[in-house]
T-cell receptor
Framework: GNSVTQMEGPVTLSEEAFLTINCTYTATGYPSLFWYVQYPGEGLQLLLKATKADDKGSNKGFEATYRKETTSFHLEKGSVQVSDSAVYFCALPFGNEKLTFGTGTRLTIIP | DTAVSQTPKYLVTQMGNDKSIKCEQNLGHDTMYWYKQDSKKFLKIMFSYNNKELIINETVPNRFSPKSPDKAHLNLHINSLELGDSAVYFC?????????????FGSGTRLTVV
């Protein structure tokens, strides 16, 4: 079945540093891929998505490219801010009924 | 207007009690879900309903019983609460078979069993 493997955290960076959070997937076919973000004390929010191979999703300065050659969907941001501190989840559909999430990566940005 | 709303936001209760969590969505989605998030932030699906019909029932103790009176509501009732039930429970909604749109989540219910 479809699954995602996500970079383990926690990740701590200084403000304005470059961020990469790795995500690789195993899937039948080419499902849509998602990144969700959970800010402290809140629910999950869709951050970005890509619906087919070679698509790039982007939002709030974050980007991720759907790479079928390496079965990856790594999340990147060129210059992180303190407000980016959150838990980030990679996700993909499992069958037609549910979204399967990675284990989450906690990101802390230090001023 | 909140798209997916859960109540209560916090719930502290003693072992052995019975409690309910309510969820409502106003997005016109036909499918709703309950996820459990443990202390390590791991998310696991528990149940899914499509148009009031149960379509996913993961390996969850039968002390947990979801109820969907209509497609806009999915409630979770928990009997005989145990310490291990302490977690954050998230409700979510989507269109079934919409493999592009993703889910919309509620803000969560933090359940603490003492």
């Amino acid at each position: 079945g479809n699954s995602v493997t996500q970079m383990e955290g926690p990740v701590t960076l200084s403000e304005e540093a470059f961020l990469t959070i790795n995500c690789t997937y195993t899937a039948t076919g080419y499902p849509s891929l998602f990144w969700y973000v959970q800010y402290p004390g809140e629910g999950l929010q869709l951050l970005l998505k890509a619906t087919k191979a070679d698509d790039k999703g982007s939002n709030k300065g974050f980007e991720a490219t759907y790479r079928k050659e390496t079965t990856s969907f790594h999340l990147e941001k060129g210059s992180v801010q303190v407000s980016d501190s959150a838990v980030y989840f990679c996700a993909l559909p499992f069958g037609n009924e549910k979204l399967t999430f990675g284990t989450g990566t906690r990101l802390t940005i230090i001023p | 207007d909140t798209a997916v709303s859960q109540t209560p936001k916090y719930l502290v209760t003693q072992m052995g009690n019975d409690k309910s969590i309510k969820c409502e969505q106003n997005l016109g989605h036909d499918t709703m879900y309950w996820y459990k998030q443990d202390s390590k932030k791991f998310l696991k699906i528990m149940f899914s309903y499509n148009n009031k019909e149960l379509i996913i029932n993961e390996t969850v103790p039968n002390r947990f019983s979801p109820k969907s009176p209509d497609k806009a509501h999915l409630n979770l009732h928990i009997n005989s609460l145990e310490l291990g039930d302490s977690a954050v429970y998230f409700c979510a909604s989507s269109h079934l078979n919409d493999r592009v749109g993703g889910y919309t989540f509620g803000s969560g219910t933090r359940l603490t069993v003492v």
